[in-house]
């Protein structure tokens, strides 16, 4: 623990004589928080727990105001090469996971790399690391671990991650999908049955599936989080046509080239 630097709290010496002592606050006290890291010399990680507690005056669902205030978290860590890492909890929302953390998409976008760490919905005591955004490079393979104690004294006991060897191949996605109550996993899996079926004889127009879907009794949210589960991306495939849902590895058409080639005369 020598080597963790703990800031909870500031003096604020506004008013020099009445200084208050305060939350520390990321939009008022960059300039603590830079002062740490070069009293400190060494310090390589930067973790903000949860990162919304140190955020007050910011709205934390307005893309300006979020992305000003990690501009400048970013120049700093720039400055000092200290990495920086946010946490915060996912939203009540039924999205894929990218669309799950909480506030603005800003936080999304500013980051490397996007983190989901969540219970396996078989093994409860297995908690798995999975990426949601990486622009560092492919990585769509993930980790898991297990929380095991471990006793340090006659009377302190903590806990420390044991990483599992395995490589995890379930995506973010599917794995908080694992999660829905059991109607909305079975309304989910009906979705991705639907659209193996009806895009394995060809790609569709997004408004036909749509008719399709709800015709026989499946909503198009369920539809919408089996698409994002089967990585299904629409295209629109000239401009005046409309937009359509390929499986894939499908190549989408190209309207300049060879109508004989096109995967929607296949």
Same mark, same amino acid.
């Given at each position: 623990?020598?080597?963790?630097?703990?800031?909870?709290?500031?003096?604020?010496?506004?008013?020099?004589?009445?200084?208050?002592?305060?939350?520390?606050?990321?939009?008022?006290?960059?300039?603590?928080?830079? &002062? !740490?890291?070069?009293?400190?010399?060494? +310090?390589?990680?930067?973790?903000? =727990? $949860?990162?919304?507690?140190?955020?007050?005056? /910011?709205?934390?669902?307005?893309?300006?105001?979020?992305?000003?205030?990690?501009?400048?978290?970013?120049?700093?860590?720039?400055?000092?090469?200290?990495?920086?890492?946010?946490?915060?909890?996912?939203?009540?929302?039924?999205?894929?996971?990218?669309?799950?953390?909480?506030?603005?998409?800003?936080?999304? &976008? !500013?980051?490397?790399?996007?983190?989901? +760490?969540?219970?396996?919905?078989? =093994? $409860?005591?297995?908690?798995?690391?999975?990426? /949601?955004?990486?622009?560092?490079?492919?990585?769509?393979?993930?980790?898991?671990?297990?929380?095991?104690?471990?006793?340090?004294?006659?009377?302190?006991?903590?806990?420390?991650?044991?990483?599992?060897?395995?490589?995890?191949?379930?995506?973010?996605?599917?794995?908080?999908?694992?999660?829905?109550?059991?109607? !909305?996993?079975?309304?989910?899996?009906?979705?991705?049955?639907?659209?193996?079926?009806?895009?394995?004889?060809?790609?569709?127009?997004?408004?036909?599936?749509?008719?399709?879907?709800?015709?026989?009794?499946?909503?198009?949210?369920?539809?919408?989080?089996?698409?994002?589960?089967?990585?299904?991306?629409?295209?629109?495939?000239?401009?005046?046509?409309?937009?359509?849902?390929?499986?894939?590895?499908?190549?989408?058409?190209?309207?300049?080239?060879?109508?004989?080639?096109?995967?929607?005369?296949?």
């Amino acid at each position: 623990m020598t080597n963790v630097i703990s800031i909870k709290t500031v003096e604020d010496m506004s008013q020099p004589e009445r200084p208050i002592v305060r939350r520390f606050n990321l939009q008022r006290d960059m300039h603590v928080l830079e &002062a !740490a890291i070069v009293e400190h010399a060494g +310090v390589s990680l930067l973790l903000i =727990d $949860p990162i919304s507690e140190y955020m007050q005056g /910011v709205d934390s669902h307005s893309n300006a105001q979020v992305r000003e205030l990690l501009a400048s978290l970013s120049d700093i860590a720039e400055r000092h090469g200290v990495a920086v890492v946010a946490i915060t909890h996912p939203n009540k929302g039924s999205g894929s996971a990218i669309d799950r953390v909480t506030g603005s998409g800003a936080f999304v &976008a !500013a980051a490397r790399a996007v983190y989901l +760490v969540c219970r396996d919905r078989d =093994d $409860p005591e297995l908690r798995l690391f999975l990426p /949601v955004k990486m622009n560092m490079g492919k990585d769509s393979l993930g980790l898991s671990f297990r929380i095991e104690e471990v006793e340090l004294s006659v009377d302190i006991n903590a806990p420390r991650l044991v990483w599992q060897p395995d490589i995890v191949a379930i995506s973010a996605d599917e794995a908080l999908a694992a999660h829905l109550n059991p109607s !909305a996993r079975q309304a989910v899996d009906e979705a991705k049955a639907f659209l193996q079926e009806a895009l394995g004889q060809g790609p569709q127009l997004t408004k036909d599936l749509k008719a399709d879907a709800t015709g026989m009794g499946i909503s198009w949210a369920s539809v919408r989080r089996a698409q994002k589960l089967l990585n299904i991306k629409p295209a629109k495939v000239d401009f005046q046509g409309g937009w359509m849902w390929f499986m894939p590895g499908v190549e989408v058409f190209d309207p300049d080239e060879d109508v004989q080639n096109s995967p929607l005369q296949n």
